[in-house]
């Protein structure tokens, strides 16, 4: 099992699927607690109460399955690379690679419609009988749209909160934005339930304190984690920030010589071929300093084109923050790149406005990754 506190029950794609241990005692007490509540009813008796319950319990665990399949079908066909499956008392967890925007939303909705559909197909059983041997599926019903429904709300760590991202990416193009959109929609929806709870009288039920304390609880956390994730990408120090990573560039063309380049050369900034029309500038590749300086003496009459190497076909603007940096990286924003550049050693242009002002590199980027990291798991023992 690993770092994995559960049994694995099968595979998926390549990837194992677990069952947390979390989830046994989950399911005993819907079966005991709930069958208990139904066996009360003047309607059915105490078998078709139990048993009722335990066709609650076993569509949940079908749903929450399906769902977390789901997840991962759609994943596979979007030729993303799945981990790990895990089910447990919250639900279940998928994790795959990171993907493109288009992916994420179609694979973050994937899950809520499996759940609307298992209950359209309980709800066909109960339609169909409509004995109370068969009550179980109307409820099962009910339990899988909300389920369905619960997810689609716009709020992180939830479905519909990645969905809601992935969509103002695609919308505006900047994950920072996106991120944060969602991260005050949790709030807003945080706010909304608090009023519900003051106006409505509700708070008066101990029934409906403790769902919207769990509810408001589980919002809580997914949002609260981004806003400090955005308190981090606002400081200008952060190592991630476009300004911090930013390496000196020298405007060059590409016709230069390299020997001819050498008196222009302060002998550490990367030089950017540039093509120039009037006040527009057009960075077309880039030579790094360690390169440049080992063709100076065997090929000093070639162009500097010749040793040149492909820039991102994305900037970088000089004010980006560490969420948006890491996202040219390695997310949303580098899906967006050619195909042949995905995977690749890249270096980006950091533009003020429209003017080349630096360069940020791959390696420059992995660099600032690890040494954050490192930092993070030094100072957190």
């Not at 929609?185 to 909304?192: D, E, F, K, R, W």
């Not at 590409?254 to 050369?265: D, H, N, V, Y």
Request: glycine residues 10%; neutral net charge.
């Amino acid at each position: 099992m690993g770092s994995h506190s559960g049994l694995r029950i099968g595979s998926f794609a390549g990837a194992p699927i677990y069952l947390r241990l979390s989830w046994f005692p989950l399911m005993a007490l819907v079966v005991v607690g709930y069958g208990m509540n139904l066996a009360s009813w003047r309607s059915l008796t105490d078998v078709q109460g139990y048993l009722a319950a335990g066709v609650v319990a076993g569509t949940l665990a079908l749903g929450v399955f399906a769902h977390e399949l789901a997840h991962a079908a759609v994943g596979k066909a979007r030729g993303l690379r799945i981990s790990s499956i895990s089910l447990n008392m919250w639900g279940g967890q998928t994790k795959m690679q990171t993907s493109s925007a288009a992916s994420s939303l179609l694979v973050s909705l994937a899950g809520p419609l499996v759940n609307f559909a298992v209950a359209a197909l309980c709800q066909v059983v109960w339609l169909a009988t409509g004995s109370a041997d068969f009550f179980g599926f109307a409820l099962a019903a009910q339990v899988n749209l909300a389920i369905g429904i619960f997810n689609l709300i716009p709020a992180f760590p939830l479905d519909g909160g990645y969905a809601l991202e992935a969509l103002i990416f695609l919308l505006v193009g900047r994950r920072s934005v996106a991120t944060r959109v969602t991260a005050y929609t949790g709030l807003l929806l945080l706010a909304l339930l608090a009023s519900a709870l003051l106006f409505t009288g509700l708070w008066r039920s101990l029934w409906a304190l403790l769902v919207a304390a769990a509810l408001g609880f589980y919002l809580w956390s997914g949002t609260n984690l981004t806003l400090r994730q955005l308190a981090q990408d606002s400081d200008p120090h952060h190592p991630l920030r476009a300004s911090s990573l930013m390496a000196p560039a020298q405007l060059a063309e590409p016709t230069s010589t390299i020997g001819g380049a050498l008196g222009r050369w302060d002998g550490t900034s990367h030089l950017l071929l540039v093509e120039q029309e009037g006040a527009d500038v057009r960075p077309l590749s880039v030579v790094d300093p360690t390169t440049l300086a080992a063709s100076l003496a065997s090929l000093d009459q070639q162009p500097l084109a010749a040793i040149a190497q492909p820039l991102a076909a994305r900037t970088l603007p000089v004010t980006a923050g560490s969420i948006d940096t890491f996202d040219e990286y390695s997310g949303f924003a580098h899906y967006r790149l050619p195909d042949k550049q995905q995977g690749q050693e890249l270096t980006w242009v950091v533009v003020d406005g429209a003017t080349p002002v630096g360069v940020v590199s791959s390696q420059a980027i992995t660099r600032a990754v690890l040494t954050t990291v490192g930092a993070g798991t030094s100072s957190s023992k």
